[in-house]
């Protein structure tokens, strides 16, 4: 993938597309939840396993972002290397180890929609592009050591954490739909804060990338993670407080400690 006009045109077009779409995310997010999970309802369309689902629609943030990385001029370059494995690590897991969990869950679950596959999938390709050809071609810091290494440490501590806080969360959430009997109120840890400590976890961690990357790319991600995970995290509060009533802690917070 050479450097060229039609290469920076697509890649300035694919930006744009990134921030346009994080708007009318958050606004439609706002009054109509993704059919799936604890929203899942009929009218969708087919549906499919939810494990094969995360599977599929996750798949280009691994296989897309190795396929464009060897073709920057960055690509030999450690500091890029080392850049581009918190996002490649946080994929594998979700789209390797996340639906193998999902999978050896025993309790019945309902079908994820394959339109909502479709354009998480679409999402993902944009994303995936994005990152990849700015880590592995674009960015130009590379050579200043002090000012990419105070960011990529600062920026890796918060994107550990989010990511520790987000895969401890969804094991505990898995092993709660383990248990069978339908859902129940989580408890321990981060959830004694916050209704959705996962979507809090994932939040942390693309700030962190936006942080290591220092760049219009890793923000944009950032904006449209937040734009995409608070409103479906406030759906989910709202949920467990219609579902649970008295029972469910009424100081938890929908997905920011203390402030949302």
């Avoid at 520790?164 to 804060?193: A, I």
Wanted: net charge positive; glycine share 8%.
């Amino acid at each position: 993938m050479a450097s060229s006009s039609s290469d920076q045109t697509l890649f300035h077009n694919c930006l744009l597309a990134l921030y346009l779409i994080a708007p009318p995310t958050y606004i439609s997010l706002r009054f109509l939840q993704a059919p799936y999970g604890k929203h899942n309802r009929p009218g969708w369309g087919p549906t499919m396993s939810p494990s094969l689902a995360w599977f599929l629609m996750e798949s280009p943030t691994l296989w897309l972002t190795l396929s464009i990385f060897p073709y920057g001029r960055h690509f030999t370059n450690p500091k890029a290397i080392l850049l581009i494995s918190p996002f490649l690590l946080h994929y594998f897991h979700r789209t390797c180890v996340y639906p193998l969990r999902l999978r050896r869950d025993s309790a019945k679950r309902s079908g994820f929609p394959v339109a909502v596959a479709l354009m998480a999938f679409g999402f993902n390709l944009l994303n995936a592009y994005l990152q990849a050809r700015w880590v592995s071609h674009y960015k130009d810091d590379y050579d200043n050591n002090w000012l990419f290494t105070w960011r990529f440490v600062i920026g890796l501590l918060v994107f550990v954490g989010g990511m520790y806080v987000n895969v401890w969360s969804d094991k505990v959430l898995v092993g709660l739909k383990k248990q069978g009997g339908g859902y129940k109120v989580p408890r321990g840890g981060w959830f004694e804060l916050v209704s959705c400590p996962n979507y809090f976890g994932e939040i942390l961690e693309w700030f962190g990338w936006a942080v290591m990357t220092w760049s219009w790319v890793g923000f944009g991600f950032f904006l449209y993670t937040c734009a995409n995970l608070v409103p479906r995290a406030r759906a989910n509060h709202k949920w467990y407080l219609d579902k649970f009533s008295e029972d469910y802690p009424k100081n938890r917070k929908a997905v920011i400690p203390f402030v949302y």
